[in-house]
């Protein structure tokens, strides 16, 4: 996954964490970068993770057909002017 703007970061955390993971890359064939990696995968699935947390707790209060039926609205309401585009084209 090319980035094209990285930066640096300095992260302090117990010698055991830092053991058991350098210790699961190194089985894993550690290579350069693989740590920066590891952890910049594990802050992208966190975050994803604390989203999925916080719009399930919006949503809590809405029943299963209710939240049904307002993705279907927005599926559709997003869908409809790419069919009106469509039909709007000429065939060369």
Not at 5 to 19: A, G, H, N, Q
Not at 61 to 82: N, Q
Request: charged share 35%; glycine share 4%.
């Amino acid at each position: 996954m090319p980035e094209t703007e990285l930066t640096r970061l300095t992260i302090v955390w117990s010698k055991d964490t830092d053991l058991a993971l350098r210790s699961h890359l190194g089985a894993q064939g550690l290579k350069k970068g693989a740590l920066s990696r590891f952890v910049e995968d594990a802050v992208k699935w966190r975050l994803f993770d604390q989203s999925v947390i916080q719009t399930r707790a919006a949503f809590a209060d809405i029943t299963a057909d209710e939240l049904e039926d307002l993705i279907d609205e927005a599926v559709t309401s997003v869908r409809k002017p790419k069919r009106r585009q469509r039909k709007h084209r000429t065939r060369k």
